[in-house]
């Protein structure tokens, strides 16, 4: 029979034939060379054992590779994680016939083997042939599938693995644990702990740690906390997953005082524990919680890599500690192209515009490339800094490197076209998109409203309804606004009715836009129109419009308007709105009427 097709043997001289393994010896050498890991020698090594097993099997010196020595080898493989490596075992062991390849033991190992591998594929097709099915083998397909996201098959793997007579051990319930977590099945997770509670788990640490996390990202902190309290002893993995768990429920004050916890405790955070809580910190703008992460960073020994050194500027550019970012970024060793983008947002939000510009130049002379991120910055900062001939640069640049086409490239470039009057351009890189967004089509109309070019507008507009786009109350507001720019307010209101008629809610700058203008123009009747209007579209309007419309009552010194306007805000429950009731008392004190001035501040020393 021949023998496998392996790799050649590490040591340069094979066995003799009286020096061949025993089976004793051979699965106490494979068994032991399985726990060197992802060391390939070692996996050559136990190839070549085999494979001179296999030369000097007979009966006359008592060697048989059996199905168990593929086992073995198998295990080899798993620990290698070599893919090719296991594929090879496995089609010897077909080429050795049906008592190999049937064999429950083999086959259990090879579903194992595929399905620490990830193929998802071919772990399923052996687990399928596999005659009788035992735990190990359920445990690593359902794994695998919660691994891969498939999180309704491993719920309904877990449901045939009870149904066909095989109990759930330690290693099944937390991936089970996972797949409810990822579908948010929290009924079936709390089942799930009931039977692992009866099973015996209750203090098996992999199970409660499952526990933790599953309650964690089922929002059920306290649930989480509970388990976790309860824990006869925890690993950093435990420590994560609460304070991930509080975390990503927004509960950071509790996120702060775990991690204070884990240092009292002498555990030490693990890289993901200080990302975690940098993050927290950076988005909450939470300036202390966020240096105590840094200083535990450092005082840990952790590598200050680009990940690491990457979340740390990042925090502190959100908080505003721009210098503080800018001394971590000079001491990276290593930086990418993230790293140095968040370095040059930083300094935009500073106002730091010569020093954004400086780290682009620094960023392209260590040999890196901007990517769409880097080239919004920089024509945000062109534009910031009115900076016309770095803009061009910028889009040339662009169109070099088929980045024009981004959705923040394109914006940029229209603001910046639009910030120094040359529209026309603006309007070619809109016109060149050929995939164009809501995002990109606000870019445009802002760009005409900010101009004052009314007719552009409105011709946008229509071509946004002829290409089957509904626009939205933002873009019919930068139209209203360029006509009540120009005080075309008849042709205002007639597109405010047009919006109105394909259904589209106004907003407050909508209502905002329209008072205002009328006002202006000395329609103060209309602006009370607008305002009955406003109340059979609005079920509850906002106190801001109400107050632009009293200021528009007081400048025309309609008496009558006001009156029936503070009538309307009694109605709508808005009187007692501060900025509502100062807007009252200035048109009352306007109007002379001192009945009604005392009668408001009656009113509102009574509510204070």
């Not at 990503?248 to 030490?268: H, K, S, T």
């Not at 400048?555 to 709508?572: E, L, N, R």
Request: contains cysteine.
């Amino acid at each position: 029979m021949a023998t496998l097709p392996l790799p050649l043997p590490a040591t340069p001289y094979p066995l003799k034939p009286h020096e061949a393994p025993r089976p004793a010896s051979l699965h106490a050498t494979l068994a032991s060379l399985s726990q060197h890991g992802s060391d390939h020698g070692s996996l050559r090594d136990a190839f070549a054992l085999v494979s001179r097993a296999e030369s000097q099997s007979s009966p006359a010196v008592g060697v048989a590779v059996g199905p168990e020595v593929y086992a073995s080898l198998l295990q080899c493989c798993v620990s290698a994680g070599s893919l090719r490596a296991g594929r090879q075992v496995h089609a010897a062991a077909v080429k050795r016939g049906p008592y190999y390849w049937r064999h429950a033991y083999i086959g259990t190992k090879l579903a194992v083997f595929y399905a620490r591998c990830g193929a998802l594929a071919d772990a399923e097709r052996v687990f399928d042939a596999l005659p009788k099915k035992n735990a190990f083998a359920w445990a690593a397909v359902i794994g695998l599938w919660s691994r891969a996201g498939l999180h309704a098959r491993a719920l309904a793997g877990y449901v045939a693995m009870l149904e066909a007579g095989v109990p759930a051990d330690n290693f099944v319930v937390p991936n089970v644990l996972k797949a409810c977590a990822g579908i948010g099945m929290l009924a079936a997770g709390r089942a799930l702990h009931g039977y692992a509670w009866k099973a015996g788990f209750g203090e098996c640490v992999y199970v409660l740690s499952s526990l933790v996390d599953f309650y964690g990202k089922c929002g059920e902190v306290d649930d989480a906390r509970e388990v976790f309290d309860a824990m006869p002893e925890t690993t950093v993995v435990t420590w994560n997953s609460m304070l991930m768990g509080y975390i990503n429920n927004g509960r950071i004050d509790d996120a702060v005082e775990l991690f204070y916890q884990m240092r009292v405790e002498g555990v030490l955070p693990t890289r993901v524990s200080v990302l975690s809580f940098l993050s927290a910190s950076a988005d909450f703008e939470a300036a202390d919680w966020g240096r105590q992460g840094h200083a535990v960073a450092v005082s840990s020994g952790l590598e200050m890599d680009v990940i690491l050194g990457s979340s740390i500027i990042n925090f502190y550019c959100k908080v505003g500690l721009v210098e503080a970012a800018e001394a971590v970024f000079e001491q990276m060793v290593e930086r990418d192209t993230v790293t140095w983008n968040l370095m040059i947002a930083g300094y935009l939000q500073d106002g730091q515009i010569d020093k954004a510009f400086v780290t682009c130049q620094r960023m392209l002379q260590a040999d890196l490339r901007f990517d769409c991120v880097t080239l919004a910055s920089l024509i945000m900062a062109c534009v910031k800094s009115c900076s016309v001939e770095m803009g061009r640069a910028a889009h040339g640049y662009a169109v070099r490197n088929n980045l024009e086409s981004d959705i923040a490239v394109a914006c940029g470039l229209i603001e910046l076209y639009t910030s120094t009057e040359r529209t026309e351009h603006a309007r070619r890189i809109f016109d060149v998109m050929s995939c164009r967004d809501m995002v990109v089509w606000k870019a445009m109309f802002s760009a005409y409203a900010d101009r004052g070019m009314s007719s552009d507008a409105l011709k946008l507009l229509y071509q946004m309804e002829l290409e089957g786009i509904c626009p939205t109350a933002a873009c019919w507001d930068s139209v209203i606004s360029a006509l009540m720019r120009n005080e075309q307010v008849d042709k205002a209101l007639e597109v405010f009715y047009e919006m109105l008629r394909t259904k589209t809610r106004p907003n407050l700058r909508t209502w905002s836009l329209l008072i205002s203008g009328l006002s202006r123009n000395g329609m103060h009747h209309e602006v009370m129109n607008l305002c009955c209007k406003m109340q059979a579209v609005e079920p509850a309007p906002s106190p801001t419009i109400f107050s632009a419309a009293l200021l528009a009552m007081k400048t025309a010194a309609s008496v009558q308007c006001g009156k029936a306007m503070h009538a309307c805000i009694v109605k709508k429950g808005l009187l007692l709105s501060k900025s509502v009731m100062q807007s009252l008392l200035s048109m009352y004190v306007s109007f002379s009427d001192k009945s009604t001035v005392e009668s408001l501040l009656r009113l509102l020393a009574a509510v204070q």
